[in-house]
C-alpha cells in the first residue's frame, strides 16, 4: 500500500511525504514499512508545483499531521525515490488512491528526475475502485493514528481493503 501526502492535486503536484506498507490482502497482515518526509525545495527545484488551495487545506488539517511533515530530517526528492525504489521489488503489486494520484504523482516525479519507476503499470492496484463495491467498509471504519501521516493512512487503507477483498471473495 502507498500513500502520499502532496502540495497540490494535480498531476506533477510536490510531494511532502512517502509512506508504504507491505500487506497480505486476504488476511490484512503488514510486513515491511517505508517512510519518508521529502524537502519540498527540492521538489519545486525538480519541476514540481504546490498549490494555494491544499497548502489553505494543510493549514486547517492537525497539529499532529502538520508536525510530522517538519519533524525529522526530509530527504531531497532524489534520495526520498531512490531509497523508495530500494524499498519497492518490481513483482510487487502496488495499491494507491488511483493510478492518477499517488501513484501518478510518483511516476511523474520520477520522470521529471530521469529515473525509472519501481513498479510495472501492470502490478497498479486501486484503492478507489475496490471500495466502490462496499463503500460502507471504508465509512464505518474507525482511524487510527494521525489522520493524513501517510504511513497511518496507508495502515488504514489495508484495513479496509482487506474487509473489502474477503467480503467480495466470499463463496
Known sequence: MIDIE?????????????????????????????????DLQSCIDAGLVMDADTVIWWMKQSELARSKLIDGGALKLKEALSRFSEF????????????????????????????????????????????????DVKKNLAFEGIQHDALDDCKHQIKYCSEIWNRLNKS
Open 88 to 135: 519497492i521489488k518490481s513483482d510487487n503489486k502496488v495499491w494507491g488512491n488511483s493510478a492518477r494520484f499517488d501513484l501518478g504523482l510518483l511516476e511523474n516525479a520520477y520522470s521529471r528526475l530521469g529515473m525509472d519507476v519501481p513498479w510495472k503499470f501492470w502490478n497498479e492496484r486501486d484503492v478507489r475502485t475496490l471500495v466502490s463495491f462496499h463503500p
Open 6 to 38: 502532496t502540495m497540490g492535486t494535480k498531476s506533477f503536484s510536490s510531494i511532502i511525504s512517502i509512506g508504504a506498507v507491505e500487506f497480505d490482502i486476504e488476511s490484512g497482515k503488514t510486513g515491511r514499512v517505508f517512510y519518508c518526509n521529502v
